[in-house]
Nanobody
Framework: QVQLVESGGGLAQPGGSLRLSCAAS????????MSWARQAPGKGLEGVSGIYSDGSDTYYADSVKGRFTISRDNAKNTVYLQMNSLKPEGTALFYC??????????????WGQGTQVTVSS
């Protein structure tokens, strides 16, 4: 069955960095776009970033452009989110999502349990 396991969350200081990982199994990872979304306390789910199946295209929410970088290693069935210059308002539960196609955004059929990112001094 499809499994998405996020890791790498934790406590970071404002201005600090974290690298999230999402290990995927149970499907042909290299055939699907992958995305990251987050949910801050008391708020709805926000799409953060996505990457095409072959890594040829990416997208970023305006709130993270220039600070976050998404990447993937299809040989390791893993997608990453490098987060730099973290802000306190970035505190959220981060989810990894599997797309329903290789070259499109929107429409996800599986997601992980999430990894908590807390940005605080």
């Amino acid at each position: 069955q499809v499994q998405l396991v996020e890791s790498g969350g934790g406590l970071a200081q404002p201005g600090g960095s974290l690298r999230l990982s999402c290990a995927a199994s149970g499907f042909t990872f290299s055939a699907y776009a992958m995305s990251w979304a987050r949910q801050a306390p008391g708020k709805g789910l926000e799409g953060v970033s996505g990457i095409y199946s072959d890594g040829s295209d990416t997208y970023y929410a305006d709130s993270v452009k220039g600070r976050f970088t998404i990447s993937r290693d299809n040989a390791k069935n893993t997608v990453y989110l490098q987060m730099n210059s973290l802000k306190p308002e970035g505190t959220a539960l981060f989810y990894c999502l599997k797309g329903m196609g290789g070259f499109s955004w929107g429409g996800y059929d599986y997601w992980g349990q999430g990894t908590q990112v807390t940005v605080s001094s």
